[in-house]
């Protein structure tokens, strides 16, 4: 939810809660005044016709009389208001209200006072004489006078809470907008670190503590974006070094070593070329030789293309790749099929940054066929232009669940990956991998195109 309106939905029941705290008081104050008035208004009665009973017992006046009330009818009785007397004989019932010329209020609140209020508002008196009882005064209100009453105190009310909370939400929700303008800068900030983006600087703001955050936020962006240059800068020289060195050695077995076993090997079959013509017994002897320096030379080659592959030097990236993927189908044998789609120019890319992604793409797929337990595995490489800023795109996609003993599959094994992460760390980009929505497993590289001799 926005803090803005979380603020103001708490600051509209804040209000709210005092209004009812209010019109509670109102009420309270209001029912007091009324019972107050019947206490008052039974009491007198009471005491004018206990008065009428001691002239009765002193023979002042006639029985008959009782309740003289027309004496109690001269009491002013307040709009709505009622008195009663319920005497021992049903003959000597007496009553008198006084009306209302208010206006009713709403039906919801009549009922709701009705119920809650005007039935604790009464108040009797009783009246005895010479310890017998003759009767009791009632004095009451009617049900629409209170309410009514109570009515018009709590409607001003009503509407001027009203008017108070809508000004108090409008209000509150602008300075907050305000105030809090600012936190959203520091969330695209914290968004655009999280995607990598260390070159973004929040602005300066108005507010103390927003403030700090933002220096925060600078500095520790700053000291990431050179941490995190200074690693790549390391990495990318390490790696290449790592590339160079691995060119070297292979050119140097491939010069020396492997022209030696050629040789050897050639002489070794001129041998036994000579000894079988001659039915000499070294003849099986040469052919042992031969066969030793056939299977060294196979060792060499498999030794020279992990060390580095030749297709790389002499016909590309591409083709390599498309290479890579006819051995993995061979050795899957139907069971599971690679492919690979390429889209505008990878050829230029430099020889280094070739052999980066052709390691990555060999470290992927080894991990696919070990342990993805896939029907396809596709690799995706692609160059894009944004804004004249050419990347390249590289995805490779199974549709496996994992190995077979677990049926789950939520990461790379752990070498491979480091080995992965250096790699696209030293080509200054982004890696990610993981299950994929709809099954299967995704990683997702993406790395800036260094210009040739940079």
Not at 106 to 115: L, S, V
Not at 308 to 334: C, M, W, Y
Request: hydrophobic share 40%; net charge positive; aromatic share 6%.
């Amino acid at each position: 939810m926005d803090l803005k309106w979380l603020l103001v939905k708490r600051i509209a029941l804040v209000a709210v809660v005092c209004f009812l705290a209010g019109s509670a008081f109102a009420l309270y104050e209001t029912s007091r005044e009324a019972k107050r008035l019947n206490v008052e208004l039974a009491t007198l009665v009471s005491q004018q016709l206990n008065l009428q009973l001691s002239r009765i017992d002193r023979s002042t006046d006639i029985p008959a009389r009782f309740p003289d009330w027309d004496v109690v009818a001269t009491y002013t009785l307040q709009p709505g208001q009622c008195v009663e007397f319920h005497g021992t004989d049903t003959k000597r019932q007496r009553a008198s209200c006084a009306g209302t010329e208010s206006d009713p209020p709403p039906y919801w609140f009549f009922a709701a006072h009705r119920a809650f209020i005007n039935r604790t508002l009464t108040a009797t008196a009783s009246i005895a004489y010479r310890g017998k009882k003759q009767g009791t005064v009632i004095a009451s209100y009617h049900p629409t006078a209170t309410a009514t009453a109570a009515w018009a105190t709590v409607s001003p009310l009503l509407g001027f809470s009203a008017f108070l909370v809508a000004a108090l939400c409008v209000m509150v929700y602008f300075v907050v907008d305000r105030a809090l303008r600012p936190a959203k800068d520091i969330l695209d900030g914290l968004n655009r670190m999280a995607r990598g983006d260390l070159s973004y600087r929040l602005p300066k703001l108005r507010l103390t503590e927003l403030n700090r955050i933002s220096e925060v936020f600078n500095a520790l962006s700053e000291d990431l974006q050179k941490s995190t240059s200074e690693r790549a800068e390391l990495a990318h020289r390490l790696v290449d070094a790592q590339e160079q060195e691995r060119r070297h050695i292979a050119r140097e077995l491939h010069d020396e070593i492997a022209q030696k076993l050629a040789a050897l090997n050639a002489l070794a079959a001129s041998i036994r070329t000579s000894a079988q013509r001659e039915k000499l017994p070294q003849a099986e002897e040469a052919r042992s030789l031969e066969a030793m320096a056939s299977n060294l030379m196979i060792s060499l080659r498999r030794t020279l293309t992990h060390l580095r592959p030749q297709e790389i030097d002499d016909f590309g990236l591409v083709q390599s790749l498309h290479t890579l993927i006819e051995e993995h189908n061979k050795r899957a044998h139907g069971n599971t099929r690679y492919a690979i789609e390429t889209e505008g120019d990878i050829g230029t890319l430099r020889m280094e940054t070739s052999a980066h992604v052709y390691r990555i793409i060999q470290e992927a797929l080894n991990n696919a066929s070990q342990h993805a337990n896939a029907k396809t595995v596709t690799v995706h490489l692609r160059e894009t232009n944004d804004a004249g800023l050419k990347r390249i795109k590289l995805s490779v996609i199974d549709d496996g669940a994992g190995p077979k003993s677990t049926g789950e599959r939520s990461e790379l094994p752990r070498a491979g990956i480091i080995g992965m992460r250096e790699r696209v760390t030293a080509l200054s980009g982004h890696f990610t991998s993981g299950a994929l929505p709809n099954g299967g497993f995704g990683l997702h590289v993406e790395f800036p195109i260094m210009p040739q001799g940079a």
